[in-house]
């Protein structure tokens, strides 16, 4: 079986869960007393998908302010963005429109998205509703799933979801498992100075 390793982002607001998602995802723990992130810490889980494995390469963003100008080093190359956003607090939603905007004029042309509204569980204080965040989803063809990394809800489907959406690589030789095809590259154009 193959091995494929996808670079994911997680990209939001500091303090709407996107470290509890990933330690829930990858450890499947919750730390009630997470500190905030600090640029970004780095993650990998591999899942199963189809005839392949997807090795998860996670990169965790810090949400501050001031360590937004590093999220084009994490983002650059991703083959997906989990955009988190907390239920109880609409400016956090309001950020993730800023973060589909910035991915749409400077991400990878075909990276996939995925909207989480994480603390699913605080639903008494909600402050976004699900409908109006399923249709933002749904208008720029993203994953959506609320979410809550407290109570392990929608964790592992949203990385599965993902998973599914990366295209597989092209099997060249549907009947032999054990097989791979070598291709020539073209040597690389010289480049002439001046």
């Known amino acids: 079986m193959a091995i494929r390793e996808l670079k994911v982002c997680l990209l939001g607001d500091t303090g709407v869960g996107k470290s509890s998602i990933v ?6 723990h919750f730390d009630h007393n997470i500190s905030p992130t600090i640029g970004a810490s780095f993650l990998t889980k591999t899942v199963p998908s189809g005839n392949e494995l997807h090795k998860f390469l996670i990169w965790d963003t810090a949400g501050q302010e001031r360590f937004h100008s590093l999220a084009p080093m994490y983002y650059r190359g991703s083959a997906a963005a989990v955009i988190v956003y907390d ?29 989480a509204g994480n603390k699913n569980d605080l639903g008494d204080i909600r402050e976004v509703p699900t409908k109006e965040a399923k249709e933002f989803a749904e208008s ?23 998973s599914r959406q990366i295209p597989p690589l092209e099997n060249t030789d549907a009947d032999s498992h054990d097989s791979f095809k070598l291709t020539r590259q073209p040597p690389p154009a010289t480049k002439r100075c001046c």
Do not use: Y
Request: charge should be negative; proline fraction near 2%; hydrophobic fraction near 45%.
């Open 87 to 115: 239920i109880t607090k609409l400016d956090s939603f309001q950020t993730l429109k800023k973060w589909v905007k910035e991915l749409k004029e400077h991400g990878p042309e075909d990276i996939v998205v995925a909207i």
């Open 23 to 28: 330690c829930r995802f990858v450890q499947d």
């Open 140 to 162: 720029i063809a993203a994953i959506f799933m609320e979410t809550s990394a407290r109570n392990a809800v929608n964790i592992e489907e949203l990385f599965q979801k993902i």
